[in-house]
């Protein structure tokens, strides 16, 4: 069944360009994002036992994608040919991964608070407590950590605001994360900040099974068994599934038939996606990733370390030439070995045995330094203390330290907080047309306040809320802060 777009021809939807932009996604936009998290995620892919030596590993590693032909023993990726000398000693030291995790952890391992602008005070906690339900029934803080390391993967996240139909109250409404492997914005030619319309678009995997036959089409780390022209397993059945999001409707579409159509009148003219870049970047829809730029020091570590790796299990043994004596090769060697020839010409020659390299080990930290300063995130961030830094029961040195973490952290702040800011908005935009929380658009303002990522004194922090209850901040919010809740013991 073809698709019924009609509704959608205001902004220029039809079959034609549908096609076309899910097309250009699946072939050039998602297989770069699917590298991003392969460099973070290195996943560990199943291998051909005794490939390349009798004694290789039963898996092969993601970010092997990047060695060179030398070391995996391959001059490129699938349907290349063997070099000589076959797979070498391969080192895959994941340095994108806790950088990555550091950088989240800096951004939301602490909750963070909203708090209502609105002129009534009641309303205000009225509102609160609906925003605070809403986002911990889409997942909390575990939703912020989601968003956060696909934003820092991928450069950018979506959030859908979704309201459920069937559900009633405030439970049917609720905040989704968008992979952006899966959406496909259509912007406004005229403005690349304006989203026209949204389309999430992939595979769901069925209950059912199916046989499929054709040219085998994985990357060799992906399935290093399967050839080219060889007949696959049965699989499992997979449905295209596409959704298409105005600002006045939503469609859900399987294998090309409507199953779900949805007036979307609630947004107010806006399509209930919200847009996050990790860092900006002038003049493009998407950010600015923590992954893409790391990834050429990344291959040069691993390349390093593999090469280092090699060097050691050729130098750490001693090797013997024998010239000269019969049975040589058959004889243990050990303390208390004697050989003895009647030939005079015979010798035993030793070489072997690991030698320092200055050049080799200044080059593999000067990669790791490099990659600090690119990513911001020094050894320290992880718990790391390769060097005397000063007294770090200070918070000063501390925060000096880190400075281009926090520095760094507070401007993502500016983004991915606008983004919980405008989805806050179509919560309660939603929440309004329920007729579960009635507010104007004077009473949906919302601000985030952030904690501080850097661990605090309890001294310290007492003394902040203390100047805090004197300059007239509420005391439950106070409270809030230091972690206590209504009901604690002395706390009313």
Request: charged share 25%.
């Amino acid at each position: 069944m073809a698709y019924r777009l009609g509704a959608f021809s205001g902004i220029g939807i039809d079959e034609a360009l549908l096609k076309v932009l899910i097309d250009e996604h699946t072939a050039s936009r998602k297989p770069r994002l699917g590298r991003f998290w392969t460099y973070y995620r290195n996943p560990l892919r199943s291998s051909t036992a005794g490939e390349g030596s009798s004694h290789a590993p039963w898996y092969r590693q993601a970010q092997e994608l990047g060695l060179p032909g030398r070391i995996i023993g391959r001059a490129g990726l699938a349907g290349a040919h063997a070099v000589q000398g076959g797979r070498r000693e391969v080192v895959i030291e994941n340095d994108i991964a806790w950088r990555i995790q550091a950088m989240v952890d800096f951004m939301f391992a602490k909750p963070v608070t909203l708090l209502s602008t609105a002129a009534d005070e009641s309303k205000r906690r009225e509102i609160e407590r609906a925003l605070d339900h809403v986002w911990e029934a889409s997942g909390g803080i575990g939703l912020f950590q989601d968003m956060a390391l696909l934003g820092h993967v991928y450069g950018h996240v979506d959030l859908a605001v979704r309201v459920e139909p069937g559900r009633r109250g405030i439970d049917a409404v609720r905040v989704e994360v968008i992979e952006p492997t899966r959406g496909i914005p259509v912007l406004d030619p005229a403005d690349y900040r304006r989203l026209h319309a949204y389309i999430v678009h992939f595979q769901r995997a069925e209950n059912a099974a199916r046989e499929k036959s054709g040219p085998g089409t994985a990357l060799w780390f992906f399935n290093p068994r399967k050839q080219p022209g060889e007949h696959a397993h049965p699989e499992r059945e997979r449905t295209n599934v596409t959704e298409i999001l105005s600002p006045r409707l939503r469609q859900v579409y399987f294998a090309d038939r409507l199953v779900e159509e949805q007036d979307l009148a609630w947004t107010a003219g806006d399509v209930p996606v919200v847009h996050i870049q990790n860092i900006s970047e002038p003049f493009r829809y998407e950010g600015l990733g923590e992954v893409e730029p790391l990834i050429p020091l990344q291959d040069e570590l691993n390349t390093r370390l593999s090469d280092r790796a090699s060097r050691v299990t050729m130098q750490s043994f001693k090797m013997y030439l024998a010239r000269g004596i019969d049975g040589f090769e058959k004889s243990p060697i050990g303390p208390g070995m004697m050989w003895s020839t009647d030939n005079m010409n015979a010798s035993i020659q030793e070489f072997g045995g690991d030698s320092e390299m200055p050049g080799e080990a200044a080059h593999i930290q000067e990669v790791r330094e490099a990659l600090d300063k690119v990513s911001s995130v020094p050894p320290l961030a992880s718990g790391v203390v390769r060097a005397r830094i000063g007294n770090l029961t200070s918070a000063t040195a501390l925060r000096v330290t880190l400075m281009g973490l926090l520095s760094k952290t507070s401007r993502k702040r500016i983004t991915y907080g606008r983004g919980i800011e405008r989805a806050s908005v179509l919560i309660l935009r939603a929440l309004h047309h329920l007729g579960v929380l009635k507010t104007s658009e004077e009473d949906r303002g919302v601000r985030l306040e952030w904690p501080d990522p850097l661990p605090i004194d309890d001294h310290e922090a007492a003394r902040t809320a203390e100047t805090k209850l004197r300059i007239g901040v509420p005391q439950e919010r106070v409270l809030g802060e230091l972690g206590y809740a209504p009901g604690d013991v002395g706390i009313t």
